[in-house]
């Protein structure tokens, strides 16, 4: 793995503006940035990124089986008590889903680390899936790169065969995003462009007008009723939301399911830890509240987590809560140095959970994530984002990649 500097296609900011690809530049500074990219061998990539995303998504798959048949655990997930049934049901009903991103840490060195799973509303879909293969075909024809170069993006095609896994043709689905986002809005074109190659009806409809018919069935901008929806609206604000206690009986079929709750939520990473401790794509990770009682020996947490969590941190470790968007409310934490913290704090009043503090490599003084992306059960591309910062947020950079061998 290393950065290298290539020259830009000359008329990319005009394609991106041809293709509706609008934040491509935001507040004054590039999102998408092909002034450097990323190159990748062949092994790096098979047995780096994608072997151990399918492993990180199998693991997952089981810690959901064992959480919704336990109270206990259910209760330290952040889900509202009231919906858990939804939620345990939705996974029990063997309800399908369609796609996930996992965040990872890797420089071609060592395993790569999970930092978490973005499993209900990734977005980043349109530049990695399209923009970023249309960058490698372009560069290729102008012989910035070599023919037989390639990259590892099979997300569309992988999309398309899973829409028609799940629903059968001609069916109806809408796709529902904050209207005035371009960013969500590129992903449900993205998704919508997919569910249409698979034989499906597409339809967008603005969240914010979503209604409820008498009848307690969701209707769409034009009063339709919705049977399928694509949402990208997490589930832990849709459970909190008025229109919750509908979701059950409203006949509406939700992508993603309920049971993805489980697994958007940092809440999953010291349950994979304590399932799977040890294993090399895992970071250690512990709920805060029962660090916090294991520090003060009060006898509510188990008697060995002091021992467990005592690295952690004295070597560094990262403050979560359990729900948040784009770095914000996350804490750095390292002895003898000043905590470094994200600027948003709009999650702050979330439970929380520390994660041992993994150093993200530099490469020319940004720092980059892997974006590796599910849809069904396998890993099918990936896309790479970087920051100056340590704690990557929203205005992070999205960079292409290659592979040659």
Same mark, same amino acid.
């Given at each position: 793995?290393?950065?290298?500097?290539?020259?830009?296609?000359?008329?990319?900011?005009?394609?991106?503006?041809?293709?509706?690809?609008?934040?491509?530049?935001?507040?004054?500074?590039?999102?998408?940035?092909?002034?450097?990219?990323?190159?990748?061998?062949?092994?790096?990539?098979?047995?780096?990124?994608?072997?151990?995303?399918?492993?990180?998504?199998?693991?997952?798959?089981?810690?959901?089986?064992?959480?919704?048949?336990?109270?206990?655990?259910?209760?330290?997930?952040?889900?509202?008590?009231?919906?858990?049934?939804?939620?345990?049901?939705?996974?029990?009903?063997?309800?399908?889903?369609?796609?996930?991103?996992?965040?990872?840490?890797?420089?071609?060195?060592?395993?790569?680390?999970?930092?978490?799973?973005?499993?209900?509303?990734?977005?980043?879909?349109?530049?990695?899936?399209?923009?970023?293969?249309?960058?490698?075909?372009?560069?290729?024809?102008?012989?910035?790169?070599?023919?037989?170069?390639?990259?590892?993006?099979?997300?569309?095609?992988?999309?398309?065969?899973?829409?028609?896994?799940?629903?059968?043709?001609?069916?109806?689905?809408?796709?529902?995003?904050?209207?005035?986002?371009?960013?969500?809005?590129?992903?449900?074109?993205?998704?919508?462009?997919?569910?249409?190659?698979?034989?499906?009806?597409?339809?967008?409809?603005?969240?914010?007008?979503?209604?409820?018919?008498?009848?307690?069935?969701?209707?769409?901008?034009?009063?339709?009723?919705?049977?399928?929806?694509?949402?990208?609206?997490?589930?832990?604000?849709?459970?909190?939301?008025?229109?919750?206690?509908?979701?059950?009986?409203?006949?509406?079929?939700?992508?993603?399911?309920?049971?993805?709750?489980?697994?958007?939520?940092?809440?999953?990473?010291?349950?994979?830890?304590?399932?799977?401790?040890?294993?090399?794509?895992?970071?250690?990770?512990?709920? *805060? #509240?029962? %660090?916090?009682?294991? +520090? $003060?020996? =009060?006898? /509510?947490?188990?008697?060995?987590?002091?021992? &467990?969590?005592?690295?952690?941190?004295?070597?560094?470790?990262?403050?979560?809560?359990?729900?948040?968007?784009?770095?914000?409310?996350?804490?750095?934490?390292?002895?003898?140095?000043?905590?470094?913290?994200?600027?948003?704090?709009?999650?702050?009043?979330?439970?929380?959970?520390?994660?041992?503090?993994?150093?993200?490599?530099?490469?020319?003084?940004?720092?980059?994530?892997?974006?590796?992306?599910?849809?069904? *059960? #396998?890993? %099918?591309?990936?896309? +790479? $984002?970087? =920051?100056? /910062?340590?704690?990557?947020?929203?205005?992070? &950079?999205?960079?292409?990649?290659?592979?040659?061998?």
């Amino acid at each position: 793995m290393r950065k290298i500097s290539i020259p830009e296609r000359a008329n990319w900011r005009d394609t991106a503006a041809e293709a509706g690809f609008t934040f491509a530049d935001m507040h004054g500074e590039p999102y998408w940035d092909e002034s450097s990219v990323y190159e990748f061998t062949l092994a790096e990539v098979e047995e780096g990124i994608e072997a151990p995303a399918a492993e990180l998504h199998a693991m997952c798959r089981e810690a959901v089986s064992r959480i919704v048949t336990s109270e206990d655990l259910m209760g330290r997930m952040s889900i509202p008590r009231e919906h858990w049934d939804l939620v345990a049901n939705s996974w029990t009903a063997g309800e399908p889903e369609l796609y996930g991103r996992f965040d990872l840490v890797f420089d071609g060195n060592g395993p790569a680390k999970m930092l978490e799973y973005n499993a209900d509303t990734p977005t980043s879909l349109y530049e990695a899936a399209s923009f970023q293969w249309q960058w490698l075909e372009d560069q290729i024809a102008a012989g910035a790169l070599r023919e037989g170069d390639d990259q590892f993006n099979g997300i569309h095609e992988a999309l398309v065969e899973r829409f028609g896994q799940i629903f059968a043709p001609n069916t109806d689905v809408h796709f529902a995003a904050v209207e005035g986002n371009p960013e969500d809005y590129a992903t449900v074109e993205a998704m919508a462009w997919a569910a249409r190659e698979a034989g499906l009806g597409a339809h967008y409809t603005d969240l914010g007008q979503i209604a409820l018919s008498t009848d307690g069935q969701f209707l769409d901008n034009e009063s339709r009723v919705m049977g399928a929806l694509f949402k990208l609206y997490p589930w832990e604000d849709l459970l909190r939301d008025d229109f919750a206690v509908h979701v059950a009986t409203s006949g509406c079929r939700f992508i993603e399911p309920a049971w993805k709750a489980l697994l958007s939520n940092k809440a999953i990473l010291p349950m994979l830890w304590q399932m799977f401790e040890g294993h090399p794509n895992l970071l250690p990770a512990f709920f *805060e #509240a029962d %660090v916090a009682g294991a +520090l $003060r020996g =009060d006898g /509510a947490s188990p008697g060995d987590l002091f021992d &467990r969590s005592r690295d952690v941190l004295a070597k560094g470790h990262v403050s979560k809560p359990v729900f948040s968007r784009e770095g914000a409310s996350i804490t750095i934490v390292e002895a003898g140095q000043k905590p470094e913290a994200s600027g948003d704090r709009s999650y702050d009043e979330h439970a929380r959970i520390v994660q041992a503090y993994h150093p993200l490599p530099v490469f020319d003084g940004f720092r980059p994530i892997i974006g590796a992306w599910i849809v069904g *059960e #396998a890993c %099918v591309g990936m896309g +790479l $984002r970087e =920051d100056r /910062a340590r704690i990557t947020q929203d205005l992070s &950079r999205f960079k292409p990649h290659y592979i040659r061998d």
